[in-house]
């Protein structure tokens, strides 16, 4: 982060993959990219379908979606039973369910570009020749382009999804939250590093995204809306970075709830005590500090209190 990573985390990192081979392990788990998506068609939702006539796995939507990736572990998958399961569904869908109360409109381009097909409420089908195992982003119509722009989260709800502006692929990625949270930790905190350093290292991280999808209003040169961008003016973003150690400390916390005065605060942080020029103490956590204060023996819950000033941990 730039400020508010130093760079002595990039030399780090390096450091952390060397010594993390023989035990770092890439996530495969299929990501839990929201709540309501559990593999199953229901009120309000958009549903893919792997094969025709509404057969084999599905995947299903309560909004639009601009890009739904290429990749495990941030793409968008199918989680229904049935054929193609765990696959991402960016090119790979047959037919649909639309059980919103909106016409949804499936597009061949990510972001809502190209040949698309329109499916009223209550429609089935099976996607035309131009857009089957050529779907790459849907919209529900009559929602304002803004709409899209605005997370579903709260002071008291996580959000499901967080935008992040891929800034050398020059799109933006809508990626599950959790997601992007375990493809940033190990990218600012090495995973060989004490565990419970990891674990406020993890809280940080979650707090800072979740504060920008509250807050942003960044837009791409192009005007397209994002959250966080995906390098050091934010956080690192990696997809495919996970390790067994960082997972593990997202996991750990992430029913853990930061807040300062009920709400949710940027949590800043970087490298060094002497790294964030005229920071305000009390408002960032120094990394290689956690560090050394896991190391002494303290719980993520003191190392983040000894940081952020008047918070409260739920």
Not at 220 to 245: I, R
Not at 274 to 295: E, Y
Not at 302 to 310: A, C, K, P, Q
Request: aromatic residues 12%; charged residues 15%; proline residues 4%.
């Amino acid at each position: 982060m730039s400020p508010r990573t130093a760079r002595l985390i990039s030399r780090l990192t390096a450091a952390a993959a060397a010594m993390a081979l023989g035990g770092a392990v890439l996530a495969t788990a299929s990501p839990a990219s929201a709540a309501s998506r559990n593999g199953v068609c229901e009120t309000g939702e958009f549903c893919y379908y792997f094969n025709s006539n509404n057969q084999g796995s599905l995947s299903d939507f309560a909004g639009s979606v601009a890009d739904y990736g290429t990749k495990q572990p941030s793409c968008f998958d199918f989680k229904g039973a049935g054929a193609g399961k765990g696959k991402c569904i960016k090119n790979s869908a047959a037919s649909v369910w639309n059980r919103s109360g909106k016409t949804v409109r499936v597009y061949f381009n990510s972001n809502y570009g190209g040949t698309y097909q329109d499916f009223k409420p209550g429609a089935r089908g099976n996607l035309t020749p131009s857009l089957k195992n050529q779907n790459a982003s849907h919209q529900f119509v009559g929602s304002s382009s803004s709409a899209g722009c605005k997370t579903d989260g709260t002071h008291t709800r996580l959000p499901t999804t967080i935008l992040v502006y891929r800034k050398s692929l020059n799109r933006v990625d809508r990626v599950p939250f959790k997601t992007y949270i375990k493809n940033v930790l190990p990218n600012e905190w090495p995973s060989y590093w004490p565990r419970e350093s990891l674990k406020a290292g993890a809280i940080a991280v979650k707090n800072f995204g979740w504060y920008w999808a509250l807050n942003s209003a960044s837009k791409t040169p192009s005007g397209q809306c994002y959250d966080v961008t995906d390098h050091t003016s934010s956080q690192v973003y990696k997809p495919g970075s996970a390790t067994a150690a960082t997972n593990a400390a997202v996991d750990a916390t992430w029913g853990t709830r930061m807040t300062r005065s009920g709400k949710i605060f940027k949590a800043q942080y970087c490298s060094t005590t002497t790294a964030c020029g005229n920071w305000v103490t009390g408002d960032w956590m120094s990394q290689t500090g956690s560090r050394d204060k896991a190391k002494a023996g303290w719980s993520y819950s003191r190392i983040l209190r000894n940081y952020y000033n008047g918070i409260a941990l739920g």
